[in-house]
């Protein structure tokens, strides 16, 4: 992505999915709900992702583990490997992270579950 310069917006969106399993989904940043197991929702193009948090609940009264990665085309990073959350738990990444056009934030629990994901993000729009 080139530079941005001249005009664009900065606006602080949110994203979710809902009843995560074990094949993963990446989060989508139109404003809609992923559909779980599809992984090929990417940052569009001229856009700048700033993830500021994301909770994580397991809605389906059975402790699971699960993995978040990032894959810019071509390789995938795990920002969390192996992350337990228990029963009915709810876990919060804090941590901010930014995404460019092509990118993908996905995750993916070990076995079949339950758990719900939703994210807070500022999304700088150069388009």
Known sequence: MAIPSGTGTEVLKRTFIH??????????????MATTGTSTYTVPTNHIITVLNISFNEQGNTAEIFD???NDG???????????LPDYGTFVWNDKIVLTGGDKLMIK???AANVDAYLSYIDQDFT
């Open 19 to 32: 009843a995560q399993s074990s094949t993963a989904t990446s989060f989508r940043w139109d404003g809609t």
């Open 68 to 70: 978040m990665m990032v």
């Open 74 to 84: 071509t390789n995938t990073i795990y920002l969390l490997q192996y992350q337990s």
């Open 109 to 111: 629990t070990d076995s």
